[in-house]
């Protein structure tokens, strides 16, 4: 269970590490100019950061998240059940940031640097709640 609790662990850093440069890179894609190469080279950053490294953590934190919780037997505690909740949100955060990067490959922005620095944010606060929820158990 160590072994699956590490695992658990090295996957939640590599995927929130990604959710919170993807929008980063956003932030300074979108002040680019189209045409140039700098442009093309936050493309190529932006695939690869969500293809090898955010969706496998992904997929290896539902994996193991949820296999933790069947072991531990905590998978119907109150503490757990807003925990997941709260994953989910990042799991649909995950797939509206691969949303705003296929708009910025296509150069079909439809948002502001501001907008990405404000959605920058949202990762952290859900973070914050889950280590709350996971170290506390206030229910």
Do not use: C
Request: charged fraction near 15%; glycine fraction near 4%.
């Amino acid at each position: 269970m160590l072994w699956l609790k590490a695992f658990h662990v090295i996957a939640v850093i590599a995927w929130m590490a990604g959710l919170l440069y993807l929008p980063r890179l956003f932030v300074y894609h979108a002040e680019a100019k189209p045409d140039l190469e700098l442009s093309a080279t936050f493309k190529t950053m932006e695939y690869r950061l969500l293809r090898y490294i955010m969706n496998p953590a992904m997929i290896a934190v539902w994996i193991t998240g949820p296999w933790l919780a069947w072991v531990l037997g905590v998978y119907m505690d109150g503490w757990f059940l807003a925990k997941f909740s709260l994953v989910a949100a990042l799991t649909w955060y995950h797939h509206l940031l691969g949303r705003w990067r296929k708009d910025l490959a296509q150069e079909q922005n439809r948002h502001p640097a501001k907008f990405y620095r404000i959605a920058n944010e949202v990762p952290a606060v859900l973070m914050i709640a889950i280590i709350v929820l996971v170290i506390v158990k206030p229910f």
